[in-house]
Structures are given as structure tokens and as C-alpha cells.
């Protein structure tokens, strides 16, 4: 019988999904022009062009973009409060377009971004950044928000960007030990006090001297990975890296 052939069942997702990508042919994301079929990301070439994908020189530690050309160096804010993390990245800059496939992922329930924003983190080369994590952790949701969204976008994005290191991949071991306010509409300083202490771990011996990677939708201040990654380093993490699909860049800064 077909159920009990272990080769026929692995193929029969590739199948359904080829047949399906036949049957109804993709449209870009964002403009809905129709796209040709078995496409790696999901837009069309103009959209795709409103994509900016993040470039150097940046910010060793915090992944800040800096204008102008260069090798990376430490920005300013890294040289006067080093983070918890040793290195942030991501794969494109926060903007309008893109903004509105983060919005429609996290809010609208629509999945459909995940093989697009995989091929975006492939085609920007920045896993090749980061250093091989024995752990992946997605950036957790408070319980009440979980239930309200039904799923954890930070989750997700980890399976989808690095699906051959899924056994890696740990949504249990850091959780919300308590209800924080919607970060985005609050300034860094409120960002900061919102979030202190709102991170723990459930067994700290399992991230003692491993080296972590955590995973979010959106680096805006940074302070929500910075205060997961001080409760990783507080319970003997070795090293933290971040990666977000997103950078907010509200000022590129200045070379030096």
C-alpha cells in the first residue's frame, strides 16, 4: 500500500505542492501580477526591487546599516553599551513594501511570505554571518497572545529559514514570565522598562555553555532580543546571535 512505502510518502508533499503550483499559478505577494510557476520568492521583478536587502559596511555587533562604503566596525551605541548579543543580522530593511508582508504574515495569518522570505535570507547571504548555533530559539510570545494570534511568527521563521537545523530549534526553553505591553508604540526608553525582566528560562543547565541563536520577525531598538539574550547569558550561554527578517533603520548612520 502507498501508506506504508516510507519513499512514497516523502514524495507526496513535493507532488501535491507541484500539481497545486500548476493548478493555480502564483502572484506576486504585494502587486498580484501572476508569476511564473515553481518561483523561489514570491514577487514580481518591480516589487522585488522595493525589497532592500541589508549591505555593508554595518555595525559588527548590531547589524546598523552605515552610509557610505567601508569595512564594519562598532557603531557608537555598541561602543558605549555593548549588548548581551554579540551580533545581530538581518535580511532586509523594515519599508513599506516590506512592511506590508511582515504586517500580513504576523497579523493576517497569511503563510504564504514564508517561501519568500526564505529565498530573500538565502539570496542576502546573511546566515553566512552568524556562527553555527547549537540552539535556535524563537522569540517567545506570552501565552494570552499566542492563544489570541494561534501562532508564534518567530517559530515559523525558523523552520521556514533554516529548515536543515530544525532538530536545533527550541520553542520551549525561553518563555514570557510575564504580560508586556505592544512594543510599537512605545519610545526606546519605555521599550526598555516594558521588557526588563520579562524573559526567563524554563531549565537554564540546557543553554549553559552553548552558543544560542535567537530568532525574531523585527529588529527595531533591539531591546527585545537584548533582554533575551541577557537572561541566556545570565544562566551561562556562552555566546547569543540574533536574526530578524527586518531592520528598522529609521537613520542610516553616518561612516566612522
Known amino acids: 500500500m502507498a501508506g506504508d512505502n516510507p519513499d512514497h510518502n516523502r514524495r507526496q508533499p513535493g507532488l501535491i505542492a507541484a ?25 514580481c521583478p518591480d516589487c522585488r526591487t522595493k525589497i532592500r536587502l541589508i549591505a555593508p559596511p554595518l555595525c559588527r555587533c548590531c547589524g546598523t546599516e552605515f552610509l557610505g562604503a567601508g569595512e564594519n566596525h562598532l557603531c557608537g551605541p555598541c561602543l558605549a553599551s555593548p ?8 535580511v532586509f530593511r523594515y519599508g513599506d513594501e516590506s512592511g506590508r508582508l ?5 497579523y493576517g495569518g497569511k503563510t504564504a511570505g514564508r517561501r519568500t522570505f526564505a529565498a530573500l535570507a538565502r539570496e542576502s547571504g546573511v546566515l553566512a554571518e552568524l556562527t553555527e548555533p547549537e540552539l535556535i530559539l524563537p522569540v517567545p510570545l506570552h501565552p494570552r497572545r499566542l492563544r489570541a494570534r494561534g501562532f ?3 517559530l515559523v521563521l525558523a523552520r521556514f529559514l533554516m529548515p536543515e537545523r530544525r532538530e536545533r530549534i527550541r520553542p520551549d526553553l525561553l518563555r514570557r514570565s510575564r504580560w508586556t505591553e505592544p ?6 526608553q ?11 528560562l524554563g531549565d537554564p543547565t540546557l543553554v549553559r555553555g552553548r552558543r544560542i541563536l535567537l530568532v525574531d520577525d523585527v529588529f527595531t531598538t533591539g531591546t527585545t532580543l537584548n533582554e533575551c539574550a541577557k537572561a541566556l547569558r545570565q544562566a551561562g550561554a556562552a555566546q547569543v546571535e540574533a536574526l530578524t527578517l ?7 548612520q553616518a561612516k566612522g
Open 19 to 43: 500539481l497545486l503550483e500548476l493548478c493555480f499559478p502564483p502572484s506576486c505577494l504585494l502587486c498580484r501580477t501572476g508569476l511564473p510557476a515553481f518561483g523561489e520568492a514570491q514577487l
Open 83 to 90: 549588548p548581551y548579543f554579540e551580533r545581530a543580522r538581518s
Open 102 to 106: 511582515l504586517h500580513a504574515f504576523k
Open 152 to 154: 508564534n511568527q518567530a
Open 183 to 188: 512594543q510599537t508604540s512605545l519610545s526606546g
Open 190 to 200: 519605555a521599550r526598555r522598562r516594558n521588557l526588563t525582566g520579562a524573559f526567563a
Open 246 to 252: 527586518a531592520r528598522v533603520n529609521t537613520d542610516l
